[in-house]
């Protein structure tokens, strides 16, 4: 974070409440603004790209004198989330002060920010705003098993939160699970990622068969350098969406529809993808351990996955 600026002003201001509130009705009003560097504010939330700088306001007016203001500051969301933390208290009682302002930049900004100022007057009236700035796409880190029959592996991923599930979490409610990881033993193909509508041909788990399953088209991007921007820290102007149209699609195998599995998997390799809801990703391949090929022990597949959120 490069600054926080504080100003005190002892004159009160009538300025509209913005942001995500909460107040017992008598409280201070809070005026909120975030947004990205050379961009237009918004008094709720913005969604920007990895590495933008972020600007951030918050105005307190009050009609009775301030007492005390906090500004606290969440990073991450959902599974990724951090907790809260309280990164500025200020005591305004003896200021005598009836507006009182913070601003702040995230500079290069590489994950989710919120941010949410309380203020209280002096007769215990209280009001807090949140605002935040969320990425455009969210970053994880994931391993799968292959699927084995006793369904003690954790062979399917939702890509929208970034966690791995059993088979028994899948069946009942399918509609949230993007892909599965299966290992051909003997196979050419060894390491595959399926869309999870296709997972039943892999003859692990024929009862995952669902209409209602999303689906998710792979593309090979290994032969584009700068995908790997994504995963290194590097920044880059250019869409998911343009990685997935450059890509090489996957030969079809076996019964597998085309464009809905990714095979022949080995350390390095980036994979781009499409879901159903019109969401693109990439997909890099950090580890894939083989287990000898032995049908007794789980192959395992680690990967860092990149994809546009769902929102």
């Not at 990073?75 to 907790?83: K, R």
Request: overall charge negative.
């Amino acid at each position: 974070m490069k600054s926080i600026k504080i100003v005190i002003l002892t004159a009160a201001l009538a300025v509209a409440t913005a942001g995500c509130s909460d107040s017992d009705g008598d409280g201070p009003v809070i005026k909120a603004t975030v947004s990205a560097a050379g961009g237009e504010s918004s008094p709720t939330e913005i969604y920007v790209w990895p590495g933008m700088d972020v600007e951030y306001r918050f105005t307190v007016n009050s009609t009775a004198k301030l007492r005390t203001v906090e500004l606290h500051r969440r990073i991450g969301s959902g599974v990724n989330a951090q907790e809260p933390t309280r990164i500025e208290r200020v005591d305004l009682r003896e200021s005598e002060s009836y507006t009182y302002e913070i601003s702040g930049t995230v500079e290069d900004i590489g994950d989710d920010y919120q941010f949410s100022l309380y203020a209280e007057d002096i007769d215990g009236n209280f009001t807090s705003v949140r605002i935040c700035a969320w990425l455009d796409v969210m970053r994880y880190s994931q391993t799968l098993m292959d699927g084995r029959k006793d369904a003690t592996s954790k062979t399917f991923l939702n890509l929208a939160s970034g966690a791995s599930y059993y088979i028994a979490n899948t069946i009942g409610d399918p509609a949230g699970m993007d892909l599965g990881f299966t290992y051909m033993e003997g196979s050419q193909y060894g390491a595959c990622l399926v869309s999870f509508d296709e997972y039943y041909k892999t003859g692990n788990y024929g009862m995952v068969v669902n209409d209602a399953a999303p689906w998710v088209e792979f593309r090979d991007v290994s032969h584009i350098s700068s995908a790997a921007g994504w995963f290194d820290g590097g920044t880059t102007g250019g869409r998911l969406e343009d990685y997935f149209e450059r890509g090489v699609e996957y030969d079809r195998i076996l019964d597998y529809s085309a464009r809905k599995i990714a095979h022949t998997l080995w350390e390095s390799d980036i994979v781009a993808l499409r879901t159903e809801d019109g969401r693109y990703g990439l997909l890099k391949v950090d580890a894939v351990d083989r287990r000898d090929e032995s049908e007794l022990n789980n192959q395992t597949i680690d990967f860092s996955v990149v994809i546009t959120k769902n929102r």
